[in-house]
Each structure stands twice: as C-alpha cells, then as structure tokens.
C-alpha cells in the first residue's frame, strides 16, 4: 500500500469511528438538529448557496429518482452533482459529479483541512459528509446538484439547501422509531423540505398523506404537482437491463416506447415522478434547452452515466443471480411480485436484515418455498444470522446460517443449478457485499 493509500484509509477511519453513522450504528447517530450542517456550512462560506439544486426526500425510490434525474441533467450537458446515501462498497458513492466519484485526495484534504472545527463540533457522519459533498460541487463549480434526503426531510441535514424544485417520491412505514409511527407524522417530516415558494412535485397519491402536502404547499405558496395523477408509465417490455415503457399524460400517448437502463419492477413510478418534475423544470428554469432527444438518451445510459447500482442488478446467468437492495414492506412486495414471476426450478435467497426492522411484518412478503441462506452483513446494525433463521422458521422460511455474506452467497452458488434463479437482499449492506 502506498503512502497515500494508507493515508486515504486512516482518513476514512476517522470519519467511520470518529463520527457517529447511522448505517453502522442506528437510532444513536441520528440528529433531529440542524445546527452542526449550519455551522460546518458558514465556516466554509455557505458553498450550498453557490449552485442550484434538485431536493428529493422520500421511503421509498429517492435514490432511483436521483439517478435518474440526474443522467436527464447530464444528457443535457448539464455538470451534475449528486449526493446519495448510503453507499455501496466504496465512500466515494456518496459524491460524484457526471457519475465520476470525489477523489480520494479531496477526501484527505477536507477531513485536514477542516479537522480542527470536526474536532470541536462533533458532526455525524451524515452531517460532515453533506458539507463534503457541497465543497466538492461548489468547488467544481457544477451547474446543477441532486441532492437525496438521509433520514426524514425537515431536520435532515440536507434541509438547507434553497432548490429549484423539491420532490417527495411517496410515503411508507420505515424508521418509525425517529420519523413517527404513522403516515402522516411521517409525511410532515418529508414534508420539511417544501420551500417558500419552490415547486413541489409528490411522485404517489395517497389518500392518508394527500392532505398533508396540501396544507404545507399552501402554507408555504408553492406549486405542487401530482405525478402519479398526470403521469402513467405501462411497462410494454422488460429484461434485466432495461425497462420499455408506454407512458401517459393525462390519458394521452406522451412517450412512445422510452427505454430505460433498470430492470427494477418499481421503476414505472419513479420515471412518473422524474417525468413530472421534467416538466416542471422546463417551466422554472427555461434557461437550459431542453430535449425528448437528451431525456431518452439519458435514461437509456443511466447506468453508465450515473454508476447507479444495486437496483435489480444482475450478477449472473445459468443460475440468474440478482441483487435488489430494498428494505421496507412497500419495496420488499414489488420485488417479490417479480421475483417470483420468473421462470426457475428451484429459488435461492441469500437474506439480511438491519437489527431495528421489524423482520415479521418484512418477511411475510417471502415465499416458503425457496431455500434461505441467511448471514451477517459486516455492520455493527446486522441482525445475527442465527436469530435471522430461528425469527424465519417460525413463518416457514427454511434454511441455514452462514458466519458471513461472502460464505452464504458461495454456498448458494455451489447449490444452484443453471436453471435456478438466486436473489441476495434485505439490506444494502447486503448487497454491498457481493457486488
């Protein structure tokens, strides 16, 4: 290893061990505060002001919708930042401009730079990350920054963003223990990052939350804009790299046969919801010339322009193998709809879980017919493998306990035969550790 690479590293262990993470840690690293992102944000001259930008909070797709968002902004040629949690395998997930991660040295030279006041403050994680992420894109001086909600949306510390439009994909049950434990209390805080005067654009109509936007957009004179009740996306063809849709505008023929780089089952509402805030960009800022050409050709290059990963992503073949990284009951039923809509003999799930899910209501979206390997992602949150199982069984999940995900996902592939279908999720952890 060379001098930098091991300093790189330390720089990275530092901000794991020192900083409290959520993904690693839970509940205990979660701050419903905005004054740390306030602070860390003035002591580098407020770089969130100098770059307009995208704000998008949500349960589930946020992730989807930004990167899909942002490959539109790029075929535009538009430079894009996009801030994302959490990550995959490698940090620099969380910060890219035109799909190309920050660099390890800019990582090094903002954890220096500013160690002094880190020392002082005490940010998570999730907070010195957000204030990375605005250096580096106003830094780089991008055009425009998509930007994902962590947790919630009005205490999150991406909430000091002023964007040119916010979006809010849809409302389900997950981290109920810090957001509220029903629809609505959950919707008010999503809800959070609805601006003065900034459009809004909500991807799914739902009859308990509806009324909860409503009255934040009044109060707060914004514009909103119901996707899902102007936009319908009909899935005409799929394979495991791309979906081809049929989509609608107010029951006319808006978009005819618009591919799109993702073999996710849920991705018909997400595109909804990027095709409305589309639309609604071109109203609010009609300085750049946009393009049907530009859409389809971002959304057809999706992977490769914004290394977007780990949504029903393909491993293998002869056994299919597939990855998905959902977490909660509204993501886990689309994917099981699909799942077990494929042909296979025999159905192999390699499954973890977070240790704050409630797995009950989760696992019941899994059929008892497939065989389980159950394992440990390599988090201090990852529910121990052996209770995975004992909590399965009693609901008819058979299988057995593997001490690591590396081991339970070559067990699978030993069992599999080239007719078999194998699936590894339940958390993005989990995923992580196989892609």
């Known amino acids: 290893?060379?001098?930098?690479?091991?300093?790189?590293?330390?720089?990275?262990?530092?901000?794991?061990?020192?900083?409290?993470?959520?993904?690693?840690?839970?509940?205990?690293?979660?701050?419903?505060?905005?004054?740390?992102?306030?602070?860390?944000?003035?002591?580098?001259?407020?770089?969130?002001?100098?770059?307009?930008?995208?704000?998008?909070?949500?349960?589930?797709?946020?992730?989807?919708?930004?990167?899909?968002?942002?490959?539109?902004?790029?075929?535009?040629?538009?430079?894009?930042?996009?801030?994302?949690?959490?990550?995959?395998?490698?940090?620099?997930?969380?910060?890219?401009?035109?799909?190309?991660?920050?660099?390890?040295?800019?990582?090094?030279?903002?954890?220096?730079?500013?160690?002094?006041?880190?020392?002082?403050?005490?940010?998570?994680?999730?907070?010195?990350?957000?204030?990375?992420?605005?250096?580096?894109?106003?830094?780089?001086?991008?055009?425009?920054?998509?930007?994902?909600?962590?947790?919630?949306?009005?205490?999150?510390?991406?909430?000091?963003?002023?964007?040119?439009?916010?979006?809010?994909?849809?409302?389900?049950?997950?981290?109920?223990?810090?957001?509220?434990?029903?629809?609505?209390?959950?919707?008010?805080?999503?809800?959070?990052?609805?601006?003065?005067?900034?459009?809004?654009?909500?991807?799914?109509?739902?009859?308990?939350?509806?009324?909860?936007?409503?009255?934040?957009?009044?109060?707060?004179?914004?514009?909103?804009?119901?996707?899902?009740?102007?936009?319908?996306?009909?899935?005409?063809?799929?394979?495991?790299?791309?979906?081809?849709y049929q989509v609608w505008e107010n029951n006319r023929l808006k978009y005819d046969q618009l591919q799109v780089e993702t073999g996710g089952p849920y991705q018909s509402r997400n595109l909804a919801t990027v095709l409305q805030a589309w639309s609604v960009l071109q109203m609010s800022w009609p300085g750049v010339r946009w393009d049907e050409d530009l859409l389809r050709e971002g959304l057809k290059n999706l992977k490769k322009s914004t290394y977007f990963i780990g949504r029903w992503q393909q491993l293998g073949e002869d056994p299919l193998i597939l990855c998905d990284s959902a977490h909660n009951q509204h993501g886990f039923e689309a994917i099981m709809n699909r799942l077990l809509s494929l042909p296979c003999e025999r159905l192999h799930i390699l499954l973890g879980f977070s240790n704050d899910k409630d797995i009950e209501k989760l696992l019941t979206y899994f059929p008892q017919h497939a065989t389980y390997y159950f394992a440990k992602a390599d988090i201090p949150r990852g529910m121990d493998a052996s209770e995975l199982k004992q909590r399965a069984g009693a609901l008819g999940l058979r299988g057995r306990a593997y001490s690591s995900v590396p081991n339970a996902f070559r067990a699978a592939r030993r069992a599999a035969n080239p007719k078999d279908v194998i699936f590894v999720g339940g958390s993005i952890f989990v995923v992580g550790e196989v892609l």
């Open 1 to 244: 290893m060379t001098a930098f690479a091991t300093l790189y590293k330390e720089t990275l262990d530092y901000i794991y061990q020192k900083l409290p993470m959520f993904q690693r840690v839970g509940k205990a690293a979660f701050k419903k505060d905005l004054t740390n992102i306030r602070a860390l944000l003035a002591h580098l001259k407020h770089p969130e002001k100098e770059f307009p930008s995208i704000h998008i909070a949500g349960t589930n797709g946020k992730g989807s919708t930004a990167h899909l968002l942002a490959a539109i902004l790029q075929a535009h040629g538009l430079k894009t930042g996009l801030y994302i949690s959490p990550h995959y395998k490698d940090f620099r997930e969380r910060i890219k401009i035109d799909g190309q991660f920050i660099r390890p040295k800019e990582v090094v030279d903002f954890v220096e730079r500013h160690r002094e006041l880190i020392e002082t403050l005490q940010p998570s994680f999730f907070e010195i990350t957000v204030a990375m992420a605005f250096d580096h894109f106003c830094r780089q001086k991008v055009d425009v920054a998509v930007v994902e909600t962590g947790l919630g949306g009005r205490l999150d510390s991406t909430n000091v963003i002023r964007p040119l439009l916010s979006i809010i994909t849809n409302i389900g049950y997950d981290h109920m223990d810090m957001l509220g434990d029903t629809l609505p209390l959950i919707a008010a805080e999503k809800a959070g990052i609805i601006k003065s005067g900034v459009p809004v654009v909500i991807g799914e109509w739902q009859e308990e939350t509806q009324p909860v936007f409503e009255q934040k957009a009044r109060q707060e004179r914004s514009p909103l804009f119901l996707a899902s009740q102007t936009y319908r996306a009909e899935l005409i063809a799929s394979d495991h790299r791309y979906n081809t």
